[in-house]
């Protein structure tokens, strides 16, 4: 005769989902072959395409290590529209919204963002993640998910290292050059609570990308609400990448 435990369920089921429990921990731990498949090869050399920019301000650059240009838009200028389009102009071409690069409880979230950028400058464009649940009242509502994704990525958004993020209560977010040095920054829209929002930006770094103890600004910024001014401050990928069909001239 099964004992039983409290909560009703009998002693050998609760061991045969704690088995199962486990057994996914582990191939979470092992870098994950659930429905979102895993992360892109790891890369022996820098990207067959060269990133660059189009005259829309879309960027062309391999984010999944295929081989194939991918195309970056954000007609949003502040996270929530990216979309990344992967192997573009081949049969294989697939368009993928910032909520299908966040993860797989992003069903479960009131709003998804993206950026992407190399940001620690490997060569390699790396992905920033933020969702959770809207802002509403004085307490801020920090996000549940967070993240830097280093590159490459694939199109369900995952990669072989993960940095996690803190951001503060945020929604929107671009990339942009604060310190015009060769790293993209993140800027971010915050909300501070009472009412009040701010402008905090992360300094891109060569070890870490972006991390949370990098170095940062935070503006005020005057009471624009819920809405961040448009575009965010500094916003634009101008700085870090060239123009698409230019070519370095030798020497
Ligand atoms: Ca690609
Ligand atoms: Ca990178």
Not at 45 to 72: K, Y
Not at 126 to 133: K, P
Not at 147 to 167: A, H, K, M, N, Y
């Amino acid at each position: 005769m099964s004992v039983r435990a409290p909560g009703g369920t009998s002693r050998p089921r609760r061991l045969t989902r704690t088995a199962f429990l486990l057994a996914g921990g582990l191939l979470l731990l092992s870098g994950g072959e659930d429905r979102l498949g895993g992360p892109p090869p790891r890369p022996v050399g820098p990207p067959a395409v060269t990133a660059c920019r189009t005259r829309s301000g879309d960027l062309i650059a391999d984010v999944d290590n295929d081989g194939l240009p991918d195309r970056i838009t954000d007609p949003s200028h502040r996270g929530g529209l990216l979309a990344v389009t992967f192997a573009v102009g081949t049969p294989r071409e697939t368009t993928v919204p910032a909520r299908g690069l966040a993860d797989r409880t992003a069903g479960r979230q009131e709003y998804v963002s993206a950026a992407v950028a190399d940001f620690d400058r490997d060569g390699w464009n790396d992905l920033v993640v933020v969702a959770g649940q809207e802002q509403g009242g004085d307490d801020p509502v920090l996000p549940r998910v967070a993240e830097l994704r280093l590159g490459p990525f694939s199109d369900t958004g995952r990669s072989r290292r993960t940095v996690p993020l803190d951001l503060g209560a945020t929604k929107d977010i671009a990339v942009a050059d604060y310190d015009h040095d060769r790293y993209p920054d993140l800027t971010a829209y915050t909300y501070a609570g009472d009412g009040t929002y701010e402008i905090q930006a992360r300094l891109g770094d060569p070890h870490t990308g972006l991390s949370p103890d990098t170095r940062a600004y935070t503006t005020d910024v005057p009471a624009t609400g819920y809405d961040p001014p448009s575009p965010l401050p500094h916003a634009g990928l101008s700085p870090f990448y060239p123009p698409c069909g230019t070519r370095a001239r030798a020497g």
